[in-house]
């Protein structure tokens, strides 16, 4: 069976109507996770469902806070969290510019010459996912804590939150991955 796009976007009405950014967003997700685990995947919509505020568009850390306060109050700033994932921190952003790089995506160096360019649809989808798979964030990586095949528990979606943060919010993630777990499979993943 192959994957149905928009019978998975479909399985989503709990999070209620879909707009056109959130249906691009879910897109460059599913894209990004092509052939990656049923449980990868819904871990990473999940992640993306969650840091982006429901919007599914990469976004700045304190995105509704201005640059001058970024500037003032994060420590790690101008490497302050982008994307999918808030990549954040210099070393993480050096990882994914060689990554971008080697996938073709962007120059070498260009990520880190603007550093904005991890907001990008398809670098931050990519991000997630070589950071998640690899374990670029915190130590830990998808395969670390979810099932390659087949569905996860609840309690392995509560542990995959240590893969961006801690158990920060792992709760209320684990429900998002769920309801993309059983919307992933009605689409035939």
């Not at 928009?6 to 092509?34: D, I, R």
């Not at 990473?44 to 500037?71: C, D, F, G, I």
């Amino acid at each position: 069976m192959t994957f149905n796009k928009e019978t998975f976007l479909g399985s989503l009405s709990k999070l209620g109507p879909l707009s056109a950014s959130q249906k691009q967003g879910f897109s460059a997700v599913l894209e990004a996770g092509e052939k990656c685990p049923l449980s990868h995947v819904a871990y990473m919509l999940a992640t993306a469902w969650h840091e982006t505020n429901k919007t599914m568009q990469p976004v700045t850390e304190a995105y509704w806070l201005s640059e001058a306060w970024r500037k003032k109050n994060l420590r790690y700033y101008p490497w302050h969290g982008r994307g999918y994932v808030q990549l954040t921190w210099e070393p993480n952003y050096k990882k994914a510019d060689a990554a971008c790089a080697e996938a073709g995506l962007l120059k070498a160096g260009e990520l880190l010459a603007n550093p904005d360019l991890a907001k990008r649809l398809d670098v931050a989808a990519f991000i997630m996912r070589r950071g998640m798979n690899e374990g670029w964030f915190t130590g830990v990586s998808l395969g670390k804590v979810l099932p390659i095949r087949g569905t996860a528990s609840r309690a392995q979606y509560m542990d995959a939150r240590t893969i961006i943060n801690g158990h920060d919010k792992a709760d209320l993630i684990e429900d998002y991955a769920q309801i993309f777990e059983r919307a992933l499979i009605e689409g035939g993943w």
